[in-house]
């Protein structure tokens, strides 16, 4: 049986029985983590080794959200802070190759993190351009204010994680940066034109199109849709996305459960779907909710199946690394920043 275009969250430390029946029988195409997942390394091990034997695939993708700053699921004692992704921003400003490089080294660091567990797409790196007056739900986790500047870091990062054996997830296009509201609240609307997009917000997107997977905006567009969120319009999924954009990868929506998407869960995923997404994302690991995007979400094939194929055959076996050299030197660039 063909895995089901869905990647589900759960509720906690260990499966339950009734997360094990549904995983089994439904297949889901991968699992996401947040904290409430996890606990000690070998904790987490288990969980992914468990979740990968119940859909019987040795390489059945896993994600987090692991960027550094506030959005870090892993974190002390047993992993490392990383810093959020304007510090290499700030950096590049002083000098760019050593921006690039911190950059780098960063996600090459998490990477290492990631694969230990088993690991092994991150949801990283972003590509959000954010302006004056945004709100701060993008913040300092974006790169800089110019797209130029944003692709060329977010493709340095793309290289740690590859690097280090860890598939990149692009996010959040075709942007959130201009969004005045946090989408796991309520709905976005953007009122800019479409050409000072297409100059700015597309613009930071469209050299990283290469990559193999993307998460969609839930944030409405009003010059090209104004009436559905970029997750749910076949408009500019096909237009901008696919179109103006050139991204040809594995197409996931962001967290079919967040208060931006109207409706229910079951509608959302409808929408989501024939809206042209290859993949629903699920996080919240409420099993009820879990099941309605399961009814709703076809076996992968044609496109969207190639597509995923596509993906996972782009990840690398990681590189020769030394961790600790690795750390010490992330450590001193910060310190250029810090002093600068």
Known sequence: MTSRAFITGVSGLELTASEREFIRGELPWGLILFKRNIEAPNQVSALVDEFRNLVGEADAPVLIDQEGGRVARLGPPHWPVYPPGAVFGVLHDLDPALGLKAARLSSRLIAADLIDLGITVDCLPLADVPVAGADAVIGNRAYGTEPDKVAVIARAVTEGLEQGGVLPVLKHIPGHGRATADSHFRLPTVDTAREELERTDFAAFKPLADLPMA??????????????????????????????????????SDDVSMNALAGSIAERTRAIVNAGCDMVLHCNGK???????????????????????????????PEPFDRQAGRAELEALMDRVATA
Do not use: C, N, W, Y
Not at 219 to 234: E, G, M, R
Not at 290 to 314: H, I, N, Q, S, Y
């Open 287 to 317: 099993l009820d909710e879990m099941r309605d995007v399961a009814r709703e979400t076809p076996e992968l094939a044609d496109e969207a199946l190639g597509r995923a194929k596509r993906a996972l055959a782009a990840r690398k076996q």
């Open 215 to 252: 998460m969609t905006a839930h944030v409405v567009f009003s010059a090209l849709d104004p009436a559905q969120p970029a997750t749910t319009s076949a408009t500019i999924i096909h237009q901008v996305i696919r179109g103006e954009i050139g991204f040809q990868g594995l197409l996931m």
